[in-house]
Structures are given as structure tokens and as C-alpha cells.
């Protein structure tokens, strides 16, 4: 027989059993990890092992799953309110007009000195340098830099043996691609004057 003072579970205080119930789910709904076997090309292995050494990433295991982390954030295999994904990359959809209105309020030099600021924290020369085990100051990895730089829609990029940079209709206003171009590259450049509006020209010359 039990005294008048104690009190059975069923007597517990509601909300106590709720804060118990909750906290039991929560564990029970955590993350848990599973072995998967996999079967990859060895050129990926390769590059896997290469950006492991090169401390990119823990392990094989973790940097397999950020991959897989990043393909459902930044790819189209669905649609979300987060944004829209373009080409596995998150980008932001800019008109011309507006780039064009946002720079007129810069003069030349501070366009360049963006351009420089901008060259130097670029996303770009994290690619080349991890996805292409490369450096962005090289001369050999000038072409490289042109592609990607194309690709993501500064205008038509090409640069010839010489040292000469031609863009046709160009996103950015010279002197920002001058600057940003300057500090990715690690090289000076000068504007060289061309008949064509939609065109800039620069020049190696250190």
C-alpha cells in the first residue's frame, strides 16, 4: 500500500513526460552513418587522393559525401525556395542595364581598384587550383583562366601567345576587368584603345 505522499508514473506532470518524449525522439531521428560501396573511374580516385593530401578534405569518405552534400544543394534535380540552379553552380541573375547603371557611379579608378579587390578573393583561382591542380599565375594556366572566366559570362575571353586579352562584348567595364584580371594572374596590364565599343583589349607588359 502505498503512502498518500508518493505519486505512480501515470501521476508524472504533463508536460515533464512531453520534455522526456521529445528529447527520446531527437535521438532517435539523428543522422546516422551507413557503408555504401561505390565503383569510380580512377581518374576520379586520382583526383579524390590528390585534394586528401593536399588537405582539401579528410578523408575519401567525407569528401565523397560534401560532393554529394553540394550536388543537392547546387544542381537542378529539383527546384526549392532557395534560389535557382544553373550549370552546378548557384549564380544570380544580372542584367546588363543594371551592371552598367552600377558602375557608372564609379569612376575609372575605383572600378579598377574593385577589379583588383574582386581578383584577388576570386572563386576562379580556387578552381584552378583544386579542381585543375594548377596555378592561376602561371602562363601556362592563362587559357585556363580565359575559359572559365567565358564560361561564366564575362563576354568572348581569348588571350593570344603574345600577351594580348581581347573580350568581346563584355559584361564588366575595362578598367574592372583590368584590375580583377591583374590580380588573378599576377601580371600588369595595360588598356590598349580598339575602334569597337563592345570590345576591350589589354596588354601584357610584366
Not at 554529394?68 to 534535380?77: A, E, P
Request: aromatic share 6%; hydrophobic share 35%.
Amino acid at each position: 500500500m502505498s503512502r498518500s505522499g508518493d505519486k505512480s508514473s501515470s501521476e508524472e506532470p504533463t508536460d515533464k513526460r512531453h520534455k522526456r518524449g521529445r528529447k527520446a525522439m531527437s535521438g532517435s531521428s539523428q543522422d546516422k552513418k551507413k557503408i555504401i560501396s561505390v565503383t569510380m573511374s580512377q581518374s576520379v580516385v586520382s583526383q579524390i587522393d590528390r585534394l586528401v593530401e593536399d588537405r582539401a578534405a579528410r578523408s575519401r569518405a567525407q569528401l565523397i559525401e560534401d560532393a554529394v552534400r553540394y550536388f543537392i544543394d547546387f544542381t537542378v534535380h529539383k527546384w526549392n525556395d532557395r534560389g535557382i540552379y544553373v550549370n552546378n553552380c548557384r549564380v544570380v541573375m544580372e542584367s546588363d542595364t543594371q551592371s552598367s547603371l552600377f558602375f557608372s557611379t564609379m569612376t575609372p579608378a575605383s572600378q579598377y581598384e574593385m577589379g583588383r579587390t574582386a581578383g584577388s578573393q576570386s572563386p576562379i583561382a580556387d578552381v584552378i587550383r583544386l579542381v585543375h591542380g594548377k596555378n592561376p599565375a602561371d602562363p601556362s594556366s592563362r587559357q585556363l583562366v580565359m575559359r572559365l572566366l567565358q564560361a561564366h559570362g564575362w563576354g568572348a575571353m581569348n588571350m593570344s601567345e603574345d600577351g594580348l586579352v581581347v573580350v568581346g562584348s563584355p559584361f564588366y567595364p575595362a578598367q574592372f576587368v583590368r584590375g580583377y584580371l591583374e590580380a588573378l594572374m599576377k601580371v600588369q596590364l595595360e588598356l590598349v584603345e580598339t575602334h569597337a565599343k563592345d570590345n576591350i583589349a589589354l596588354r601584357v607588359v610584366r
